[in-house]
């Protein structure tokens, strides 16, 4: 059984730092490239960033880009999502997923296996 979890969420003020994690297990997404995604309260679900397991190439949204960093334990089959600088647009429900593919890739649809998500609230 393929599973996603995610870990790190929880409540911090404007300025601060989390981390969250995505443990994976079930079977080996040495292929598939890994993202995280997030959606606001009352908003569509909207891509972050992007990683592929083989390479140390990453991709973020520009809402994101300089302050949260996408990176990987291949040894862990752990994906993680360091949050910096926090702002309270930053509130979200954050996902990891799975990629159908090895490119890097930013839309909802290219991605299998989602986990259940963690909740970053960021206060001001």
């Known amino acids: 059984q393929v599973q996603l979890v995610e870990s790190g969420g929880g409540l911090v003020q404007a300025g601060g730092s989390l981390r969250l994690s995505c443990a994976t297990s079930?079977?080996?997404?040495?292929?598939?490239?890994m993202g995280w995604f997030r959606q606001p309260p009352g908003k569509e679900r909207e891509f972050v960033a992007t990683?592929?397991?083989?390479?140390?190439?990453?991709y973020y949204a520009d809402s994101v880009k300089g302050r949260f960093t996408i990176s990987r334990d291949n040894a862990k089959n752990t994906v993680y999502l360091q949050l910096n600088s926090l702002q309270p647009e930053d509130t979200a429900v954050y996902y990891c997923?799975?990629?159908?593919?090895?490119?890097?890739?930013?839309?909802?649809?290219?991605?299998?296996?989602w986990g259940q998500g963690t909740q970053v609230t960021v206060s001001s």
């Open positions: 990683i592929i397991w083989g390479s140390p190439s990453t």
């Open positions: 079930g079977r080996t997404f040495s292929s598939s490239a």
């Open positions: 997923a799975a990629a159908r593919t090895s490119r890097m890739v930013h839309t909802a649809t290219a991605y299998e296996y």
